[in-house]
């Protein structure tokens, strides 16, 4: 994958594909110009394919200025970086647990026994799903998006996946009704009661928007972060000297999450629709055309990264684009880098002869649009 991102960046930055009719961006300032342009480049497109779209089209990813604006700022008011900083605590506590419960068997599957269920965990405490809940939720989202990761353009929309993943889309957005009704008549600290009251300029989400929200976050938070922690994991497996460093130095994690981010973003990409026709790196780009913006490409653009294939754990400035940028910058990333930033730690620090199970080739998530694992055994 990357030798042909480096290919591209080289010879064809900013290229048409016939094949699929999608432009695709590979260099830095290209994808810059795209992601701070949202009146070009449009938000607003059929996202993750017919299952998806319903519920996230209602969502703040999916919008241009103004709707956008509106939905972002009722978010941004209760999810804050001081709210994120009090979930500190729990982070730790849940990763101790997890941490806990593997070590007596020295092996685990760090992605099944130890990312999910701690992404997972915080998501759900931080939203308010209750933990009778998680289970079927876990379920569902799988149910949706394995579907698209796997999605094959030539199945018709009556096979069993698809059946499957509609009813659970259903499932999902009915239990999502019931709570925040169960929230609105008696509130919790949780997102959802804070949100179900929040207001901006004299406007709420309505029920709707708000179902929409936490498929949103659920999805977002979840994925990614499982990613993040599972391709850290996989980096300092490759880079064995930095890992011990980071036991040495612990003070290395932050600029070393940064790298991690970098080097191995969980979203390859994102996407985007021209508004109107529009200029990109020496092109001109017709109206109503799908952009494919390479966020793993342009994190290693050797303009903006010095030796952008060299894994550096201090590494400054380190502007990568794995949480996007511009108006629909990830919103979540405070919460991605706390949960990084304790999890990781602690887990070099207590299991100091941790290491990668090589016995079967690794299982790439498919579908281009994740980086990430399926499984990763680890002993210790
Ligand atoms: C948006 C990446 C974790 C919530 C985005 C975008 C990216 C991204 C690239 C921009 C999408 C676009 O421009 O079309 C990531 C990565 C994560 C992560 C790599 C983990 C390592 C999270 C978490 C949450 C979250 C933990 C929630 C708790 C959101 C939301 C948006 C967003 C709500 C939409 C913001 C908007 O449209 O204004 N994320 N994300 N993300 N992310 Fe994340």
């Given amino acids: 994958l990357f030798a042909w991102l480096e290919s591209m960046r080289a010879t064809g930055p900013v290229t048409y594909e016939p094949t699929t009719n999608k432009w695709h961006?590979?260099?830095?300032?290209?994808?810059?110009?795209?992601?701070?342009?949202?009146?070009?480049?449009?938000?607003?497109?059929?996202?993750?394919?017919?299952?998806?779209?319903?519920?996230?089209?209602?969502?703040?990813?999916?919008?241009?200025?103004?709707?956008h604006q509106l939905l972002r700022s009722l978010v941004a008011q209760v999810f804050t970086q001081q709210s994120v900083e009090l979930l500190a605590p729990r982070v730790r506590a849940i990763t101790q647990d997890l941490l806990d419960k593997v070590r007596p068997a020295g092996y685990m599957d760090a992605i099944q026994d130890f990312a999910y269920p701690l992404a997972m965990k915080v998501i759900s405490e931080l939203l308010g799903i209750p933990?009778?809940?998680?289970?079927?939720?876990?379920?569902?989202?799988?149910?949706?998006?394995?579907?698209?990761?796997?999605?094959?353009?030539?199945?018709?929309?009556?096979?069993?996946?698809?059946?499957?993943?509609?009813?659970?889309?259903?499932a999902m957005r009915e239990s999502l009704l019931v709570l925040l009704q169960e929230r609105r008549r008696?509130?919790?600290?949780?997102?959802?009661?804070?949100?179900?009251?929040?207001?901006?300029?004299?406007?709420?989400?309505?029920?709707?928007?708000?179902?929409?929200?936490?498929?949103?976050?659920?999805?977002?938070?979840?994925?990614?972060?499982?990613?993040?922690?599972?391709?850290?994991?996989?980096?300092?497996?490759e880079y064995p000297r930095d890992a011990e460093r980071l036991r040495r130095e612990p003070d290395l994690w932050s600029t070393a999450i940064e790298e991690i981010l970098r080097y191995s973003p969980p979203l390859l990409g994102v996407t985007r629709r021209t508004t109107g026709e529009v200029m990109v790196g020496g092109k001109q780009i017709p109206a109503g055309q799908s952009i494919r913006v390479w966020i793993a490409s342009a994190n290693r653009d050797a303009e903006l990264f010095p030796y952008p294939d060299h894994f550096n754990i201090q590494r400054t400035p380190n502007p990568h684009l794995t949480f996007g940028r511009g108006i629909h910058s990830c919103l979540g990333a405070p919460l991605a880098r706390l949960e990084a930033s304790t999890a990781l730690p602690m887990l070099w620090q207590q299991f100091p002869a941790l290491h990668r199970v090589r016995r079967e080739p690794l299982q790439w998530i498919e579908g281009g649009a994740v980086y990430g694992v399926r499984h990763l055994p680890l002993e210790f």
């Fill in 25 to 67: 961006i590979f260099g830095y300032r290209d994808a810059v110009q795209v992601l701070e342009d949202a009146a070009s480049f449009s938000s607003d497109l059929e996202r993750g394919g017919p299952i998806g779209a319903v519920l996230l089209a209602s969502t703040m990813i999916a919008q241009d200025p103004p709707e």
């Fill in 131 to 170: 933990v009778e809940q998680r289970p079927a939720f876990r379920h569902w989202s799988d149910s949706m998006f394995f579907r698209q990761h796997e999605r094959d353009e030539s199945q018709s929309e009556q096979d069993e996946p698809y059946q499957r993943a509609v009813a659970a889309r259903q």
């Fill in 186 to 237: 008696m509130p919790q600290h949780d997102l959802i009661s804070q949100l179900l009251v929040a207001e901006v300029a004299g406007k709420r989400f309505n029920e709707e928007q708000l179902v929409g929200f936490c498929f949103l976050f659920w999805a977002a938070g979840y994925e990614t972060t499982v990613n993040l922690l599972g391709n850290a994991i996989l980096c300092l497996d």
